[in-house]
């Protein structure tokens, strides 16, 4: 029969775990995270072993306001838990995609792109317990825009890297699904032909798989553009 814990011994358990999840919560982040926080998520871009943990932060900034709209600067940042605080490893914009920075319109008090960005997931996609970030991403101006999955890696040094990103027409979203041959990306979004307008796509709800194998990224069907 499995021993109970005593008392005393299970309140030590409780408070060592609830004292680690409160230090947690009150690091610093070296620079500080741009703008107020939409989002956030934890992802191993270098494994669960080393004991390194990374944060991903999605965060936007007022640019201005007309008309009842308003503009945001949107920001992704990505942090690594270093010497007790949670400094910068990769920003964008800044550091690359898949944000642009927003400008100001020439005599009008509207700003673009007008941006939008949300965490598809975490999952392993290139190697067993090492971890990607996929997010999402759109940028538009006077028309549907363009639409972009990004996934990141860890790279040399502590850095982080773009491992690939994939670009659409209008939209363009992602998932992570889990199965037996490990963890790929399911792309969904409208497919246009070469040459279709923007108004109608060949194929408005089109599904693709996204996997890393041999040392590449492979899509199928190939409905998106892989960069």
């Known amino acids: 029969m499995r021993k109970s814990l005593a008392p005393s011994a299970l309140a030590l358990i409780v408070a060592c775990f609830a004292g680690s999840a409160f230090a ?6 070296v620079p500080p995270v741009p703008g107020n926080v939409v989002d956030s998520k934890v992802v191993y871009l270098t494994g669960d072993g080393d004991r390194v943990s990374w944060k ?5 900034k007022l640019r201005g306001s ?14 690594a838990l270093r010497r007790g605080a949670y400094r910068l490893r990769y920003q964008s914009p800044g550091n690359g995609g ?38 999402q991403s759109n940028e538009a101006a006077a028309d549907c825009g363009g639409a972009t999955v990004t996934v990141f890696a860890g790279g040399p040094g502590g850095s982080v890297v773009q491992a690939v990103k994939i670009t659409n027409f209008c939209d363009l979203g992602a998932t992570i699904q889990h199965t037996t041959e490990g963890d790929v990306v399911r792309l969904y979004g409208p497919y246009y032909a070469p040459n279709a307008p923007l108004c109608c796509p060949t194929k408005p709800e089109a599904t693709a798989t996204l996997r890393y194998s041999g040392g590449k990224w492979i899509e199928s069907p190939t409905y998106f553009k892989i960069e």
């Open 56 to 60: 991903a932060v999605i965060s936007k």
């Open 24 to 29: 947690d919560t009150n690091l610093q982040f």
């Open 66 to 79: 007309s008309n009842g709209i308003d503009f945001y600067q949107w920001y992704l940042s990505i942090y």
């Open 98 to 135: 898949p944000l642009s920075a927003v400008t100001r319109a020439p005599g009008a008090a509207t700003w673009f792109p007008m941006q939008d960005i949300d965490f598809s997931g975490v999952g392993s996609l290139m190697q067993p317990s090492v971890q990607n970030l996929v997010v």
